[in-house]
């Protein structure tokens, strides 16, 4: 098939059915001698440019004595750009190389043995596939991978692939150690006690990822992963010799090369919002490559299917909750979420370090004409042409894309005609079929992390009602609500 990005005249839904029902894989095209990417692997341009000067992520030595140096760079990295990288982590490199040597085993099988394990039911004590999302993604990536949960409950031994099921036990196992020590580390980089993130179960469920990226015959038209944040608590990642990992900081695309012995961390989008957005779950991609087959093995932290770790499901509040943010007169431009999923300062730290007020508001800076937008700029110095030019233009074209308007910014609640109480956000809470006893953090960055956590704690019912300090011994004078003085305070 002739690789023509735009080429949308085609059944795309037959064709990634074909390419799933092979149960090869990207490694089943290679092997079959590809030279010309199939339609359903070509991705559109990537807007965003790729970093022109190297930008290192930080390695933090946890082999290092001095703790409260170790957490400071563990709290820097972990609030600016999400990832950095740890060396003399406990886990021996016979254990790393062999895992990335265990996972190449497996995905090196004769395919008629790798077909027995394809599957995209995730109750399998191992599902092997090309493409976890094949059918919603807009385009393929040259990626397969097989993955497990290993923690809390692993799989009984011999339900895991012979060829490296040994490994990806022992590996596991080390990457729980490591866990702690992070989870740890993190805690006092939050200012809580060590044992803080523990104690919430933070380290209790781990999934292993075993990604492979066969040699590709046109990587610059497609993707080995797209981009994307972590979903879960904390990742690690390991990666061999050849590379290809990116992470997007500042709005460009910066390489995270291979660094023999360490391992890459970063932060996910639930330890971001239980962070109070204060550690930054931050995105990344990995570039397809003539080179390869390239093997990396993530390990991720995170509520998976667990059931020790269930309270921390999540749901989305999108539909409950709209906001228009009138002229942006009370909303911060710099350093509020309004405009993406992170505030300008994280974007742009440069361009907010030029500005003359950092706490300057939306309406300081644009404002809605019957023209379209005006911008007004005050930087301390004037801006250099090249890269800082084209970062305003970057700001300027997503300022087009939000709704400013006139008046005041307002939240609105989509139910109950608009009348929002916690009881109707419950219900509606309830109605997303939470598991019994569960409750789930909302993932929707754009509503403020108060709603998302108030709404977690009303489902848990953990908020402090009259009713819940009644029923934990407090001493009040009456259970009524003090608003309507008629009910008792509840959130039912
Ligand atoms: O293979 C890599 O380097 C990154 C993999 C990744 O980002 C993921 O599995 O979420
Ligand atoms: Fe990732």
Same mark, same amino acid.
């Given at each position: 098939?002739?690789a ?7 059944? %795309? ?21 590809? %030279? ?9 341009p ?81 599902v ?5 999302? !094949? ?9 397969d ?31 729980m ?6 989870f740890?580390l !993190? ?42 944040t ?46 109070n ?21 993530? +390990?991720?932290?995170?509520?998976s ?33 309004w ?5 300008? !300062? ?13 706490? +300057? ?37 997503? +300022? ?18 608009g ?30 992390i ?35 003085k ?7």
């Amino acid at each position: 098939m002739a690789a023509t990005g735009d080429d949308t005249c085609y059944d %795309r839904q037959a064709e990634l059915k074909a390419f799933d029902e092979t149960k090869a894989g990207v490694k089943g095209l290679v092997d079959a001698g590809i %030279r010309e990417l199939p339609r359903i692997f070509i991705h559109q341009p990537e807007p965003l440019p790729i970093s022109s000067t190297p930008f290192p992520i930080p390695i933090v030595d946890l082999g290092s004595t001095d703790r409260a140096s170790t957490v400071e760079k563990i709290r820097e990295a972990s609030e600016t750009l999400g990832f950095f990288q740890v060396v003399n982590h406990g886990i021996p490199v016979s254990v790393m190389d062999g895992v990335v040597e265990g996972v190449r085993r497996f995905h090196d099988q004769d395919v008629e043995v790798r077909k027995r394990f394809y599957t995209r039911d995730p109750s399998k004590p191992l599902v092997y596939h090309s493409n976890y999302d !094949l059918y919603s993604s807009p385009a393929a990536s040259w990626r397969d991978s097989f993955y497990s949960f290993m923690a809390p409950t692993p799989p009984p031994p011999e339900e895991l692939p012979e060829v490296c099921r040994d490994i990806q036990i022992e590996y596991s196992n080390e990457v729980m150690k490591l866990g702690r020590v992070l989870f740890g580390l !993190l805690s006092e980089a939050l200012k809580l006690n060590t044992n803080h993130l523990e104690d919430m179960d933070l380290d209790k469920g781990l999934a292993f990822f075993g990604h492979c990226y066969p040699a590709c015959p046109q990587p610059e038209l497609t993707m080995g992963g797209p981009k994307h944040t972590d979903y879960g608590f904390l990742t690690v990642l390991l990666q061999d010799e050849i590379g290809g990992l990116q992470i997007n900081y500042n709005d460009e695309w910066v390489d995270v090369p291979p660094t023999p012995g360490a391992l890459v961390i970063n932060i996910g989008d639930l330890l971001q919002i239980i962070s109070n957005d204060k550690l930054k779950s931050v995105e990344h991609r990995v570039l397809a490559n003539k080179k390869g087959p390239r093997v990396s093995v993530a +390990c991720f932290f995170s509520t998976s299917i667990a059931p020790l770790t269930r309270r921390f499901l999540v749901i989305p509040l999108d539909g409950l909750f709209s906001r228009s943010l009138g002229s942006g007169n009370g909303i911060r431009f710099w350093k509020e979420v309004w405009c993406d999923s992170k505030p300008m !300062l994280d974007c742009f730290p440069c361009l907010a370090a030029l500005d003359e007020n950092q706490d +300057c508001t939306i309406a300081d800076r644009v404002k809605q004409t019957e023209n379209g937008l005006i911008f007004t700029w005050k930087w301390r110095r004037t801006p250099r042409d090249g890269r800082e030019i084209q970062m305003i233009r970057r700001i300027e074209e997503r +300022c087009e894309r939000v709704p400013i308007g006139q008046g005041e910014e307002k939240w609105h609640w989509e139910l109950d005609n608009g009348v929002f109480s916690v009881a109707s956000l419950r219900l509606a809470m309830d109605d997303m079929s939470l598991p019994r006893g569960g409750s789930r953090i909302s993932e929707n960055k754009s509503v403020p992390i108060k709603v998302r956590i108030t709404s977690w704690r009303a489902a848990l019912d953990s908020l402090p009602t009259k009713i819940n300090l009644i029923r934990r011994g407090v001493a009040l004078g009456d259970d009524l609500c003090p608003l309507c003085k008629h009910q008792p305070e509840s959130v039912c």
